[in-house]
């Protein structure tokens, strides 16, 4: 007797898509395809070279160090640890305007935030406004879990223990007189981090679901009290919390802690006198880091960022290049019959 072998269930359809029988197309790349290909590639990333670096050059960015390592700098006095409470002043000049929006960012070198063990040290349930991960955070926040009287860390772990905490007041000098250039903090975080990733406690008042709980060591106030001046931005949706909570990919970086965008100011910084007040707080020395603060406006292209215009001209440049050189080589060794 023979027998008969059934057919395997999970065999796939006998159709023309899943037993690999569809037609293939496959372009030859003959010299009178490619060359003229690498030439209208490569004049095309030189056009949109110089565009971007043309654009570029044409943003405005004025960067200050305050780290306080220059004996003459008067932020020099707040660089001893033991020192609390330090405001130190940073005057400098603008010749011409400086064309509005400007965007205020501080900087911090030699900071290592994509750090494995310091990216993963938080609790994205407490984040999430879960008050039942307020009474007992993730194992993943520790050393920052718990204080040393075993009360949970409200928000826990080394990314929010670690938050920036220096602060900033910019005058312009006119006369003798001293004018507060008014500061817009609204909307510098990500649309995604403000309304997807993180959440308030659905508790009133706030600073009731902090109950039975305290704030990070490092820092001088809770986090429901993170801004008097306006109570919807505290908790785990302040502004200047979640752009520190969204980690840099590299040592050196900077994010933004304010735009310039109202009154007087709204087309800009005018020529003249200015000076940034600085309340000292954040120590940068014990790791060899630097603080500094960028002014800066931005075009269609972003920030300010000449290697991207230099790329494009780079590539395109050689791709002009490299097909000259292929044309010679068809043209001294085409063989009998090519196209």
């Not at 902090?210 to 429901?224: D, H, L, M, R, S």
């Amino acid at each position: 007797m023979v027998k008969i072998k059934k057919e395997s269930s999970d065999r796939p359809d006998n159709t023309a898509f899943t037993q690999q029988r569809l037609p293939a197309w496959q372009p030859i790349l003959s010299a009178g395809i490619v060359i003229p290909g690498f030439v209208l590639i490569g004049l095309a990333f030189i056009g949109i070279g110089v565009g971007l670096f043309i654009t570029s050059r044409d943003i405005q960015v004025l960067e200050m160090d305050y780290t306080g390592v220059d004996q003459s700098s008067d932020c020099n006095k707040c660089t001893d640890p033991n020192t609390k409470n330090c405001v130190c002043s940073l005057d400098f000049n603008v010749d011409t305007l400086f064309k509005g929006p400007v965007f205020f960012y501080y900087g911090l070198t030699n900071y290592f935030q994509n750090y494995r063990k310091y990216g993963v040290s938080r609790d994205d349930k407490q984040l999430f406004g879960d008050v039942t991960n307020f009474a007992n955070p993730s194992t993943d926040c520790a050393p920052y879990r718990l204080d040393s009287n075993n009360k949970p860390i409200v928000p826990c772990g080394s990314v929010a223990n670690s938050m920036f905490n220096d602060t900033f007041k910019l005058f312009q000098n006119i006369n003798g007189r001293r004018n507060l250039v008014p500061f817009d903090g609204k909307g510098i975080a990500w649309w995604t981090d403000y309304n997807v990733k993180f959440k308030n406690p659905d508790v009133t008042p706030l600073k009731n679901a902090f109950n039975g709980t305290v704030k990070p060591i490092f820092w001088t106030k809770a986090a429901y009290e993170l801004d008097f001046s306006d109570p919807n931005n505290n908790g785990f949706i302040n502004q200047d919390f979640l752009v520190w909570m969204r980690r840099a990919a590299l040592p050196n970086f900077r994010k933004l802690y304010r735009r310039i965008t109202e009154g007087d100011y709204k087309d800009g910084l005018p020529a003249g006198n200015y000076t940034l007040e600085i309340s000292y707080n954040y120590p940068v020395l014990s790791f060899d880091g630097r603080k500094k603060v960028v002014f800066s406006n931005v075009s269609w292209m972003g920030g300010k960022n000449d290697f991207l215009g230099i790329a494009y001209l780079v590539i395109g440049s050689l791709c002009v290049v490299m097909s000259m050189v292929m044309l010679i080589v068809y043209a001294k060794f085409k063989f009998p019959g090519d196209d």
